[in-house]
């Protein structure tokens, strides 16, 4: 029998390690892995260069599109076309920043309906759980949303508001019982609240205003209410890694939780960010180098599950370049094609393989999600694929990305390994014509 793409490639990272092999795809989905001499007939076949790599498509289970309604910040066009140039050919996008929030079906709908056709890569949805929305979450949960996210303080944006601890409490007891997720932004607002505003250029004054703290309270509250009502929970963009040994320790008791951290969190330092420099304001912050060493810790042993971007971008002018202060700039990072290329150069320095890299960026968040056909070079998988040159290095050239506004922490900085081709479902992705399906929960 013929295939439709066969792709003969020296190193392939599989679920059971790395191996040459040459892998057949018909209908979209993986169906040979065999040896590389095998001779598969195919009316494609694509043989890669002796320094490439071939990896499953990356997972990025945390991506703001915001679209519609802040479309000028980022839209489902440029930021899918930026996914695929980083080899991620699946995004999950976030309940927030968009207008509507999803935190409806009726929102999901418009979501989906403005997606449709022109994402480039395949798109799944979060919603969104804001306490006064409770009685909507099982029907969005039915609509094939992923999730929940929820924030223990201001979001940041006035449509979509926080849960307290009481509302925090209902929202997990619901999630427990429909058998849905919680992701969790866990910064504790008093603690917050009782820190030093923030405001000015001085970064050392941001940090202070957002206290690991608020991280460690929050997630403790998170634990407890997850461990009560046997939910389901995840932590989202972990900075503070003085959670790790509470985290180590619920795991331990059996309690559902996972963990994720960024590419920034793993990069930066709180030490080397100038003043006055707002590209790198998110929240929580970047921390100390030692607490990025932690981290990776938290990676090497097993405590963070992924790595994904946050991908949060705006306008230049939201970011106050003008006055450089952290108080007022808009509290994102902005890096989505960049996250590969980013933590491979910091991993290979620490001694990891790239094959780590995978489980953090692909096969983790597709476990995430519950994604069973992505994430994996694997037979009856989708046909994902992200040609990479590890070897390979580049400067970073903000103008150049394809994200839709031209700010990112990443600027200036040089990194390795160069992302060659992205493959989706056995089509390769141009950036021309938009080839990505909407995902729901368990059709994927
Ligand atoms: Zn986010």
Known sequence: MTFDLVIRARRVITPTGERAATIGVRAGRIAAIEEIDTDLPASTTVELAAEEVLL???VDS????NDPGRAEWEGFETATRAAAAGGITTVVDMPLNSVPPTVDVAALNTKRAVARDQVHVDVGFWGGAVGGNLAELPALHEAGVFG???????SGVAEFGHLDEDMLADTIDLVAKHDAMLIVHAEDARTIAAALPAQGRRYADFLASRPAEAENIAIASV???TERYGARAHIL??????ALPMIADARRRGVALTVETCPHYLTFCAEEIPDGATEFKCCPPIRTAANRELLWAGLADGLIDCVVSDHSPCTPELKRFDVGDFGLAWGGIAGLQLGLSTIWTQARQRGFALSDVV???ARGPADLVGMKRKGRIDIGADADFCVF???AAFLVEVNQLAHRNPVSAYHGRP?????RQTWLRGEKVTGLRPGGQLLERGNS
């Open 223 to 225: 634990i407890g209410l």
């Open 62 to 65: 945390h991506v703001h599109i």
């Open 56 to 58: 499953p498509g990356l």
């Open 237 to 242: 963009h972990l900075s503070s890694a003085s």
């Open 389 to 391: 040159a590890p070897d």
């Open 359 to 361: 489980d953090w960026m």
């Open 148 to 154: 929940f996210k929820a924030f223990l303080l201001d």
């Open 415 to 419: 990194l390795a390994g160069v992302v």
